[in-house]
């Protein structure tokens, strides 16, 4: 869950189930382990020198473990998942995988390693995200993939605007949402951009919606993923409206349905608060407005805001078809190790084990909050949808925000995709109902 993971996930979402013939760029195999062995890695997406963790990590390994080198192979984004499942059928896929938890992982548990057998046990006991990546959060039992950070949903607003217009502190609220609306505006700022980022035609509403949700508790969002609890229930139903009456009200940009670069509006303190986002922007907003950007968690509450949406970042599972099982696991280990810890601080990414801390302090602040008890830790939630699900709620929920549908309409519509899914894809058994 880094940059590469906010529209191409959805996009990847539709295609986990899919069924296809795609030519395959790596497989597994090599040198036998009693000589020097190269490992093939898949990455979903490209690896930019700002943004691939994944080549320092490499670089270290390589110089901890001089007989095992490892082929990084990038691959498609809007077909990776689909591209794993053909090659893991036929195990001609690579030694190492890109993961992503929750529905993304599922399909892929019969081909991955349980990693319990090559990383320290304490190591991942530590981590805090290795649970994303075990079977019911139990890492006793399976880990099938170990990340290489942490990632939020989360917003951001300009310290200088806010300031200037007379707002001490960002809001936590929507009455407190509300009232600061109505003073920027007053002040000719727009309050909140919105819009359609990384090539998407509409804004991508999952990150903000997964506060929204927050209305209800874990245990009802494992309701929502198994259809014991409705999407047009009531409270998400008043929720959604305050969200669309925002819109209403003037607060956002008018074209946010589909305006192409939000980011950049806000970048250029056109809008004192950017809310649709996470954790994967942090560097790139710390660059350009330096400390006058601050974290926000969208405000979608009655009362003050104590949630916080954390899922594990992009990982790395070992196939259990891999003829060089035993390097790649070393690779596994690496990652949580100190040495991996400190190339991930180093680069910018929160690690996932204690006492490892970024050069950045706003990505800091997120460990804080995340590791704080009276913060209440949410999953993302579209890892855990079904794509029917995830395909129904990234149409209508921007139909809804700008007046096109109903809220009511466009939740009934979530629910007809639910109710439209195969018997096998409803029997989900999500366990959110620990902190």
Not at 205 to 215: D, K
Not at 262 to 269: D, V
Request: net charge positive; charged share 15%; with cysteine.
């Amino acid at each position: 869950m880094n940059h590469r993971r906010t529209l191409p996930r959805l996009l990847a979402a539709a295609a986990v189930l899919a069924a296809g013939s795609l030519s395959l760029s790596g497989c597994a195999g090599g040198a036998g382990s009693s000589g020097p062995v190269t490992l093939t890695m898949w990455l979903n997406g490209d690896c930019p020198k700002s943004n691939c963790v994944e080549a320092p990590l490499i670089a270290g390994f390589e110089k901890a473990n001089p007989k095992i080198k490892i082929k990084l192979v990038s691959q498609p984004i809007s077909s990776y998942f689909q591209a794993l499942k053909s090659a893991s059928v036929t195990h001609r896929g690579p030694d190492i995988a890109n993961m992503w938890p929750g529905g993304y992982m599922t399909p892929f548990l019969r081909y991955m390693a349980n990693l319990n057998d090559f990383v320290p046990k304490s190591d991942i006991k530590q981590s805090t995200s290795t649970k994303y990546y075990a079977v019911n959060n139990d890492v006793a039992k399976a880990v099938y993939a170990v990340p290489t950070g942490d990632q939020w949903y989360v917003g951001f607003y300009n310290k200088k605007l806010l300031a200037d217009n007379g707002i001490s502190a960002p809001p936590q609220t929507w009455d407190e949402l509300s009232a600061d609306c109505k003073t920027l505006k007053s002040k000719g700022v727009l309050p909140i951009v919105n819009g359609a980022e990384y090539g998407a035609s509409t804004m991508g509403p999952l990150p903000e919606f997964s506060y929204i949700a927050s209305t209800l508790s874990p245990a009802d969002w494992s309701g929502l993923y198994k259809g014991t609890v409705k999407y047009s229930d009531p409270r998400l139903q008043s929720q959604l409206q305050k969200w669309a009456d925002l819109y209403k009200a003037g607060c956002l940009n008018k074209d946010a349905f589909n305006f192409p670069d939000p980011e950049s509006k806000f970048e250029a303190g056109k809008a004192a608060m950017f809310l649709a986002s996470g954790s994967w922007e942090v560097g790139n907003l710390t660059t350009k407005m330096g400390s006058n950007v601050g974290l926000l968690v969208p405000p979608y509450s009655p009362t003050p805001q104590h949630t916080l949406v954390e899922t594990a970042g992009s990982a790395y599972a070992v196939m259990n078809y891999s003829k060089h099982e035993a390097e790649a696991g070393k690779f596994a280990a690496y990652i949580l190790s100190d040495a991996g810890q400190k190339i991930i601080a180093k680069f910018g990414l929160p690690p996932t084990r204690p006492g490892f801390k970024t050069t950045n302090p706003l990505m800091n602040q997120l460990s804080a909050m995340s590791a704080d008890p009276a913060t209440q830790l949410y999953p993302m939630f579209d890892n855990y949808t079904q794509p029917g699900v995830t395909n129904a709620l990234t149409s209508k929920l921007p139909q809804a925000l700008v007046g096109q549908v109903p809220v009511s309409q466009a939740l009934g519509a979530v629910d007809a995709a639910f109710a439209a899914l195969p018997s096998s894809q409803k029997n989900v058994n999500v366990n959110l109902a620990r902190k």
